[in-house]
């Protein structure tokens, strides 16, 4: 049974940094992709990054493709999201989740199946 747990949310200011974490368990390969997504009250939950397997590719939604980098650590089933320069809209519960194939830009919403409980992210104006 995969689980995901994320960590690092917490409150920043207005152009401030954040740094979360996805700790996965339970993986039977560790060469799978991973995602990035957020959701904020009353709000579709919304794409932010993906990275692939190998750490090779990587990609970014349009409204954050300037301010956030995705990485994976070389050696544990770990991923992160650097966030930058954040914004008051920026503001909403940010999960990870493992893809269920390779990562490119036809990579959707339904391309994930297991799914972290998500972090709180709040930004201050």
Known sequence: QVQLVESGGG???TGGSLRLSCAASGLTFSNVGMG???QAPGKEREFVAA???NGASEL???SVQDRVIIARDRAKPIVFLQMNAL???DSAVYYCATARRYI???TSI????VWGQGAQV???S
Do not use: A, N, Y
């Open 51 to 53: 990275i692939s397997g």
């Open 110 to 113: 339904e391309d994930f199946d």
């Open 36 to 38: 990035w997504f957020r």
């Open 122 to 124: 709040t930004v201050s």
């Open 11 to 13: 409150m920043v200011q």
């Open 87 to 89: 914004k008051p809209e």
């Open 104 to 106: 490119d830009v036809s």
């Open 60 to 62: 970014s939604g349009d």
